[in-house]
């Protein structure tokens, strides 16, 4: 399962927590219908602190294995939906799911910047110049 907030809250959230945690029904004060509520400083503690899912009450309380784990009352959240919520919120707990791409004339830190004395990529113009000890500091004398 993808660990973003889309997937999370259409698998998850939507189908197994809204009932009980919407707007409709906010049991124990905690509405998870949208990212807006999830993320909302109106909570304590925290639903979720993005970056450490370990004192995110949210995870806390799917993750955990007694009577008061959510959802309370139905099956447990399988591994990979439990990994999932780790994952989104260990990654900043984003809205969107991917980051905002660079622009075009931005480079990338796989392409070097071009040499502005050389003809060739990663040479130089002088002969041999693309051999390593080879060119104007390696000729010998004649």
């Known amino acids: 399962m993808p660990a973003n907030f889309k997937t999370i809250n259409l698998s998850i959230f939507e189908t197994r927590c809204v009932e009980c ?3 409709n029904k906010k049991a124990n004060n905690v ?8 993320m909302s400083k109106d909570i304590f503690p925290p639903l979720v602190i993005p970056g450490n899912p370990e004192r995110s009450s949210l995870y806390q309380s799917v993750f955990r294995n007694d009577e008061f784990t959510m ?3 139905r099956q447990r959240l399988s591994n990979k939906e439990l990994q999932a ?3 989104w919120i ?4 984003l809205k969107d ?3 905002k791409p660079k622009k075009p004339d931005e480079p990338t ?3 070097p910047e071009p040499d502005p004395g050389s003809n060739e990529p990663g040479g130089s113009d002088e002969a041999g110049g693309n051999e390593p000890g080879r060119g104007d ?6």
């Open 21 to 23: 945690h919407g707007p």
């Open 31 to 38: 509405d998870l219908s949208s990212y807006e509520k999830i």
């Open 71 to 73: 959802p309370k009352g």
């Open 85 to 87: 919520i780790y994952e």
């Open 90 to 93: 260990k990654n900043g707990a």
């Open 97 to 99: 799911e991917m980051p």
């Open 109 to 111: 830190e796989s392409e």
């Open 137 to 142: 500091s390696s000729k010998e004398p004649g």
